[in-house]
């Protein structure tokens, strides 16, 4: 079973124009809460602090078993990139007024990853032209099946 969090709601509030893998530095606890499935990045974001960058208010709930070394569950958490990478992210984000937002949590060779986009927010106009353009890719599918 291959688990994978993803936040719907980047698609919808933003424009995606970079994406970048990431890994996480997390506890123990942290990680068997994540197989377990309780976590959530709905209202996670990230910012660059000291040539690092860290995801704030990714929830990940408390293990149960995990007694006195449990974790706290909205920390700040640290991503793994090469310095390339992170000196672009910064570029774009200092200077284009860009953000960053998790797009989805996932394991690749038993390790949490993440994919992180670089994002420019979209105005209520552009978030309505988005919704009719579900709606039309939708009816076409339905309208394909009758045949």
Known sequence: ?????YN?????DYFIEDEYE???VLTGTEIKSVR???CN????????KNNEIYLLNMFIGQYKEGNIFNHEETRSRKLL?????IKKI???IELQGLTLVPIKLYFKNNKLKVLLGVCRGKKTFDKRESIKER?????????LKKF
């Open 8 to 12: 719907k709601k980047t698609k919808y």
């Open 90 to 92: 910064s570029e774009k």
């Open 36 to 38: 377990n499935g309780s």
């Open 41 to 48: 990045i709905k209202d996670c974001y990230g910012i660059v």
């Open 22 to 24: 990431a890994g996480i």
């Open 81 to 85: 990139l090469h310095k390339k990478e």
């Open 135 to 143: 709606d039309i890719k939708r009816e076409v599918a339905k309208n």
């Open 1 to 5: 079973m291959e688990l994978e969090i």
